[in-house]
């Protein structure tokens, strides 16, 4: 065997060499996009005024001008410090965040007395805490993009993510009840009127962890040993990762008591190694591993209970809801009975009864926008949802460095997973879960955690649409690394 070495591709298109310009009209496109998207945000709180109040207040655009003055901070940001990024995901996910602050204040809107409704003050209630945690998602964002010039730096401290991200994941399971656990699932940590998520920023770090630990394995991995009904299965020695991975996501089901946490760890990893191997056999495995899993942990809570039991409780609510439609199913009747009230168009935004569904606010956001959008209002938001992960799984093919395509690949597919995990609980689906709707639901930890991954993937794809040669800062790059790592470097080639 010799190896050669040949020069990187150049860029394919006229518009990948027209250099700043190219960023520059891009910019525009996604300026233009975040107006149509503020526009939208506005004519929703309209709509919601003037059926909850029967008129339209004077106030009633304050709102969406907050969200798109932070918004359009950002968009400078990337203007400077990420030029060549995707225009859309900016624009798609200021979308979703807007529709979730100005559903937050319809319920606010909702709760409060009908006298009082019209002065309700436009920073008040859930939705104004809601615009606060916006703020400071997208300052954190915008630090992100200034601190990483460039993705492949954060490779430089995989294991130490790595060890952080074990370490949030495991930290509400060994924290008392009292702190850790709401709604039956161990997954928050509360100290005095604070509370933090921290499985929602270990997703980040392990996903860092994930992919530069493949990008190191992926030979041995991709290794088969036998084939079987034509797939090729790899060898037993190198099974180790995943069956420790799959044991820390049956520690999480069990004793954090949330199969959509255990879902979401195991799932991502699976996908980045199916993504680093381009085998099969490893998503069967996975998908063996964790429906097994699941069930023998349905088993034990039928017989022997303990810490089996919540996950047990939460299955027999799953298959048959309407056996306590008052108590222990009244959470998902009511959430079944939203989205049947909704029907194909739904009740139109404030015309409907969202106030009544307990946590509507976190879990059960979806159900109630569905009773005032309709299916297609729901469809239209999983539209954008998948047009984010589209364009995360294109930033991933487009990057040069196998680390990278790791990285927004796995960030991509877990946003895209936690979207599934919620909507399919609430739908009956899956099992109820304690995970909250990217961008729309309230909570800090959940909105900071998804900016962070946006900025991320804007980095990404940054440096994929980037011209081979373009002006990347040196300090930015990573020491040493293989030649494929390095924009613009030569690639090594192995033939035969």
Known sequence: MTVAATPAPSPATAGEQSGVRLARSRRNAELSLLLLAMVLVAAYGATVEANLLDTVTPD????????????????????????????ALLPAVALLNGLGVGFLRRIDLGDAPVPERESLAIFAGIGGRQLAWTLASVILAAGLLALMRDHRSISRYAYTLGLAGIVLVMLPAVLPSSISEINGAKLWVRVGGFSIQPGEFA??????????????????????SRRFLGIDFPRGRDLGPVVGVWLVSLLVLVFEKDLGTSLLYFGMFVVTLYIATERVSWLLIGLVLFFGGAYLAYVLGSTVGGPFANFYVRAEIWLDPFADPTDKGYQLVQ????????GL???????GQPEILPEVQNDFIFAGLGEELGLFGLSALLVVYLLIVERGLRAALAVRDSFGKLLAGGLAFTLGLQVFVIVGGISKLIPLTGQTTPFLSAGGSSLMANWLLIAVLLRVSDGARRPV?????KAARPAGGPPEQLHGAPTEVIKP
């Not at 918004?71 to 990337?78: A, E």
């Open 469 to 473: 040669g373009g002006s990347t800062s």
């Open 345 to 351: 168009f739904g009740a139109g935004p404030g015309g």
């Open 203 to 224: 997703k980040l770090a392990l996903l860092v962890f994930f992919a530069y630990y493949l990008v190191r394995k992926r030979e041995v991995l991709s290794l088969a």
């Open 335 to 342: 959430g079944l009975l939203a989205l049947g009230t909704g």
């Open 60 to 87: 009633f655009w304050m709102p969406a001008a907050a969200l798109g003055a932070v918004f359009l901070g950002l968009h400078l940001v990337i203007r400077f410090l990420a030029p060549f990024a995707d225009p």
